[in-house]
């Protein structure tokens, strides 16, 4: 699996950004997919995360802001990020979870940061 994010830049607070993750693999749909984040000098946090049936869920302090979501037609993975904050400033990543398919299995896969910066 390869992962490509982009959609990353600098926006005012409130503002709004859509990160984006182009998965390779045919088994996307099969896969937990991620996104996470990591601030200057901070620990990489997980931010939100989607399951293969559909099911999402969010760090406390994204919820209600922003939505994870993927198009299997497109295998892309979104993050819609709405009323952005200084403190969200950071690099995101985005991750494909570890699978077993068809007896096959499938290492976690790390796309390249796309750097989001939000100005007070």
């Known amino acids: 699996v390869q992962l490509q994010a982009s959609g990353g830049g600098l926006v005012q607070a409130g503002g709004s950004l859509r990160l984006s993750c182009a998965a390779s693999?045919?088994?996307?749909?099969?896969?937990?997919m991620n996104w996470y984040r990591q601030a200057r000098e901070r620990p990489r946090e997980l931010v939100a995360t989607?399951?293969?049936?559909?099911?999402?869920s969010y760090l406390d302090s994204v919820k209600g802001r922003f939505t994870i979501s993927r198009d299997i037609a497109k295998n892309t993975l979104y993050l819609q990020m709405n009323n952005l904050k200084p403190e969200d400033t950071a690099d995101y990543y985005c991750n494909a979870d570890r699978a077993l398919v068809g007896g096959r299995y499938y290492p976690s896969q790390w796309g390249q940061g796309t750097q989001v910066t939000v100005s007070s």
């Open positions: 989607i399951s293969s049936g559909g099911s999402s």
């Open positions: 693999a045919s088994i996307f749909a099969l896969q937990t």
